[in-house]
């Protein structure tokens, strides 16, 4: 196998016609550098080691790697994956194989924020409700559906990395009396420059009209909203979800809704997915549903691309990449050794271009 820097793109980044599925995902920035590239030839899940051994990245979407995908395989070096969440794949089976994982905050920030946005307005506005009425012809009851407004009400975040700084941003025009933050990493200092008050996760749940969650799914965070916390929640409050599923527990929100803990909520996002097709959420009125793809425009497809080329790009040049999740493998030999040769492989295909004619 040729020891030139090789890049995979997993299975089903591939459409009809044996290009990227997705317009301008960034793959000429390899073509441009001379860096080869394929795709997978299927898309597995999880994914094996025998697609892996013969690459030094991979640009993956949502496959998961778990320990037997790294089994065996010493030449990789970068899993570079498209958006920010990381659960599905064994980031301690990645350090251990000397295997770097990257995200894309910088691209996903603004379309998630916007598409939170989208959700918590549709609530207020009770758009899918009102879609009903005229096409069922009921005219005479949209004055039952009143909707409200963000303004002068509480809006809680649980989480304010990248996408939660946006939203607190995209809510400023539509002036909600206060924004309340729960997130242990943020700082006082912080929190005041956005104007924003931080306040344990209790008195967020209880005072908040709106609850949005922007938090990464880890063991800390696995249902960290259950039946104990729907219940801390306003009767007229709302619930938007488009961080992970299993952050909020399915069932207990099913409760929550069909009982009137609160007044609805906005999910992008299932611990099963798709879910069952007798699913009770499928079914309650009280709540806007999405296919985990509420974020997904244009733009963040081709951000994501372009931040993930960027990414197997630096790495050929060996480079440490942005974004690197595991950063405790930036320390262990094995990758040093990596990055080492293909410094030393760059450095030689730069100086026989240089001596082209």
Partial sequence: MPDDFRVALVAD?????????????????????????????????????????DFDAVISMGQPYT?????????LALVARTGVGYDMIDMDAATEADVMVTITPEATRRPVASAT?????????????????????????????????????????LGMGMIGREVVRMLAPFEPSEILVS????????????????????????????VTIHCPLNAHTRYLIGSRELRMMREDAYLVNTARGAIVDQ???????????????????????????????????????????????????????????????????????????NRAVLERPGLKKKLEKFRTQHADKTLKGRKCP
């Avoid at 793959?27 to 080691?49: K, Q």
């Avoid at 320990?67 to 065996?72: E, K, L, R, V």
């Avoid at 242990?184 to 005072?207: I, K, N």
């Fill in 117 to 157: 946005m989208a959700l918590m307005l549709g609530l207020c506005h009770r758009v899918t409700i009102k879609d009903d009425i005229v096409r069922n012809d009921d005219w005479d009851i949209r004055f039952d559906h009143m909707g409200f407004e963000i303004r002068g009400r509480v809006v809680g975040l």
């Fill in 251 to 325: 069932k207990a929100l099913e409760q929550a809704l069909q009982e009137g803990w609160i007044a609805g909520a906005a999910i992008d996002v299932f611990e099963q997915e798709p879910p069952d097709a007798d699913d009770p959420l499928l079914s309650l009125p009280n709540v806007i549903l999405a296919p985990h793809a509420s974020c997904w425009t244009h733009e963040l497809f081709r951000d994501i691309g372009h931040d993930c080329m960027k990414a197997a790009l630096a790495v050929s040049r060996g480079e440490e990449p942005p974004y690197v999740v």
């Fill in 183 to 210: 997130d242990p990493a943020v700082s006082a200092e912080e929190a005041a420059q956005l104007g924003v008050t931080l306040v344990d996760r209790e008195t967020l749940l209880r005072r908040s009209t709106f």
């Fill in 67 to 75: 320990q037997d995908s790294f089994a065996g395989v010493g030449r």
């Fill in 13 to 53: 980044l591939r459409g009809p016609d044996g290009g990227v599925v997705f317009d301008d995902f960034g793959v000429d920035l390899l073509d441009e550098a001379g860096v080869y590239h394929a795709f997978l030839e299927e898309d597995r899940w999880p994914v094996t080691p025998d697609q892996l051994e």
